[in-house]
Structures are given as structure tokens and as C-alpha cells.
């Protein structure tokens, strides 16, 4: 019964460390959609899909961990699935829907799903440090995946979508090619991240997290960019019903 209880406690604070500031980044974001925001269920959904996501993305890394060497391929496979699963549920939950109607919705709803994974996944990092007491070490992993691991894959998935974005008034042969392209570079991304962290000792951590806000800068420069994206005459011909 104790051990179940301390279980449960872990769990509870975990989950609070975990999802609290995950729940900041999204009111960031979502801010920079402000003037045509998104519908409220289709934001839940989208984060809720995230967080499916990670259960969908763990077998599949495991998979894969027990038929390649602990490397840089494997870290570039564990990268790759979680781009690949988040633009997959993405798709699934809203992205095929008319729920998106404007070029800047693709990174709004993929940094959606991305903070739902995320939010997960540091819940279960920072669940053994609780379960095993050690709220100080709890507290301090919470912040550096805060601070890190979140934005690395609001950023990677903010890639993806800025390039779906680019090729919203285009074919759609085009915009496979745009995401096929987003998700290359977003699992680089990734994965150069990961590789840096194992690389560098704990002197030298703030500064890859500092190259992450870094792009982080640039992606709020390119979301400016992506607002002023305007159909073509023909897209308006095509789609802007006619008044009497």
C-alpha cells in the first residue's frame, strides 16, 4: 500500500513539473496566432494527440534500439520517428481538416502536438527521480527540459510546419515535397541536439541551449513572415465565395 501510494505521488508530481510549464510555452505560442485563433477543441485535440503520440513512438524506438548499436544512426532514427509520428498524428487529428485555413495554422497546430508530446515525455523522465525521493533532482531535470528538450521539439516541429506553410497556396505534389523536406531537416535538428548533449559535458549544456533559443528567435522571425503569405489571384478566384 505505501509503495502504491509513493507510486501515486511520484506520478502527481511528475505529471505537475512536467505539464505546468509545458502549458507556458503553449500560451506563448498560441499568442502569436492571436488574430484569427484556433478553435479551442481542435487546440485540445491537437495536444492530446501528442501525448498518444509518445505511446505510439516508444515500441518503435525500442524496436529499434534492440537491432542498432547505441550511435548516432540509432539517434538519428529515434529523432526521425518522433518527427515523422508527430506530423503523422498531426495529420490524423486536424491537419486534414478545414480547421486549418491559413498558412501560419500548420505551425500553430504542430507546435501544439509537439508540447503535448513533450509533456509527456518529461513526465516520465522526471517520474523515477520522484518516485525514488529525490525531489531536488526532480525540480532541477524539470528545468533543464524546460528550458531545453521542449523547445527542441517545438522548434523541430515549427520547421516542419513553416515549410508545409511556404507551400500552402501550392500544388499539392509541392507541399509533400516542402514536408518531406521540413521533416529532413527537423529530424537533423533533432538529432544534432541529442548528439551535442552526449557530446559536451555539463559545463557546456547552457550553451547548446542557448543555440536553441537562438532558433527559436529566428522561428518567431519566420512566423512574421509566414502572416504575410497572401494567396494568389487565381486562389482567391477559385475559393472566395462571391457576394451579392
Given at each position: 500500500m505505501l509503495e502504491l501510494t509513493s507510486a501515486a505521488s511520484a506520478a502527481l508530481s511528475a505529471s505537475v513539473i512536467g505539464f505546468i510549464p509545458v502549458f507556458i510555452w503553449l500560451a506563448?505560442?498560441?499568442?502569436?496566432?492571436?488574430?484569427?485563433p484556433e478553435p479551442n477543441r481542435r487546440l485540445v485535440s491537437a495536444f492530446i494527440a501528442g501525448i498518444f503520440c509518445v505511446i505510439a513512438v516508444l515500441?518503435?524506438?525500442?524496436?529499434?534500439?534492440?537491432?542498432?548499436?547505441?550511435?548516432t544512426a540509432l539517434i538519428l532514427v529515434w529523432a526521425g520517428i518522433e518527427e515523422v509520428m508527430k506530423l503523422v498524428f498531426?495529420?490524423?487529428?486536424?491537419?486534414?481538416?478545414?480547421?486549418?485555413?491559413e498558412p501560419i495554422d500548420f505551425p500553430v497546430y504542430l507546435i501544439t502536438v509537439a508540447l503535448g508530446f513533450a509533456a509527456l515525455e518529461n513526465s516520465l523522465f522526471l517520474f523515477s527521480s520522484s518516485l525514488a525521493g529525490d525531489v531536488i533532482d526532480s525540480a532541477i531535470t524539470g528545468n533543464l527540459r524546460f528550458i531545453g528538450a521542449t523547445l527542441i521539439h517545438v522548434l523541430s516541429s515549427a520547421v516542419i510546419g513553416g515549410a508545409l506553410a511556404i507551400a500552402y497556396y501550392r500544388s499539392r505534389t509541392r507541399m509533400i515535397l516542402y514536408g518531406i523536406v521540413g521533416v529532413i531537416l527537423?529530424?537533423?535538428?533533432?538529432?544534432?541536439?541529442?548528439?551535442?548533449?552526449?557530446?559536451?559535458?555539463?559545463e557546456a549544456i547552457l550553451t547548446v541551449f542557448l543555440g536553441i533559443w537562438v532558433g527559436i528567435v529566428f522561428m518567431l522571425l519566420a512566423f512574421e513572415r509566414i502572416k504575410l503569405i497572401r494567396p494568389p489571384h487565381w486562389w482567391e478566384r477559385m475559393f472566395t465565395p462571391k457576394r451579392n
Open positions: 506563448f505560442w498560441l499568442f502569436e496566432d492571436w488574430v484569427h515500441p518503435l524506438q525500442q524496436y529499434f534500439s534492440a537491432r542498432l548499436e547505441f550511435g498531426a495529420w490524423i487529428v486536424v491537419l486534414r481538416t478545414r480547421a486549418l485555413d527537423a529530424t537533423a535538428l533533432h538529432a544534432g541536439f541529442n548528439l551535442l548533449i552526449l557530446a559536451t559535458g555539463a
